[in-house]
């Protein structure tokens, strides 16, 4: 008897593995211009002040729709000492924040009925950074009650690139399922984990080469991002 084949690309379990290929070839040559970015409860401050900062400076990127957890907002005042609300981006972004026409609007994730609750938005892609393992598990399993998960849904359904920047360790088996779950509706799972071969001098060198790594990933490779070369 002849062995069996594995299943061909075209079958159902194949199909998403397929659309995120064809999704990322077409990135490299229509790199996003509207973008949503999403911050939650997770640790890792940081790093989302490092990719606001280069999403803001990148001249490619036309617009940014900013979400954040009321979960993350507390994160955020723990780890960046900011004061309230208000000026929220200006407060993530300190001093290099352009206070007066920046492309970076903040959403509230109470507004079910924001511009990017819909598909028919024109959206480029979104990054959820970081994502805490409850906004997992709720993208995961199509639980979208607020607009963070809602945006994320309209990403897997419109068939756009998601990017998940998952913080949590150790993970256990209801984590890793979700992030099964995720990846085979057509998402990425990002770990946030930084890099250690550029031989990364501050916390802040880190974070920055992470940013780059994501947007790299978008089709909107940085200047100055190290490059291996083995």
Avoid at 36 to 41: C, E, S, Y
Avoid at 189 to 204: A, K, Q
Wanted: charged letters at 20%; a positive charge; proline letters at 7%.
């Amino acid at each position: 008897m002849p062995e069996a084949q594995p299943p061909a690309l075209t079958s159902p379990l194949a199909r998403p593995y397929a659309q995120s290929a064809t999704r990322g070839a077409d990135l490299s040559n229509h790199p996003p211009k509207n973008l949503t970015v999403a911050t939650t409860g997770a640790s890792g401050s940081l790093f989302l002040k490092h990719f606001l900062r280069v999403v803001d400076e990148d001249k490619r990127i036309e617009t940014v729709n900013f979400i954040a957890s009321d979960s993350a907002l507390r994160v955020l005042a723990e780890e960046l000492d900011l004061k309230g609300r208000s000026d929220l981006v200006a407060q993530v972004l300190g001093s290099s924040a352009k206070t007066s026409k920046s492309k970076i609007q903040v959403q509230s994730n109470a507004d079910i009925g924001a511009n990017v609750a819909s598909g028919s938005y024109p959206a480029d892609a979104m990054v959820v950074i970081p994502c805490s393992v409850g906004t997992l598990a709720r993208v995961a399993n199509g639980i979208a009650s607020q607009l963070i998960e809602r945006a994320a849904d309209v990403s897997l359904k419109e068939q756009r690139p998601l990017i998940l920047c998952v913080r949590e360790t150790p993970l256990n088996k209801i984590h890793i399922r979700n992030m099964y779950r995720a990846a085979d509706a057509g998402a990425t799972i990002f770990p946030l984990i930084p890099t250690f071969y550029n031989r990364p001098t501050s916390r802040d060198t880190m974070a920055h080469e992470f940013a780059n790594r994501v947007l790299a990933h978008l089709g909107l490779p940085q200047p100055g991002a190290y490059r291996w070369k083995g």
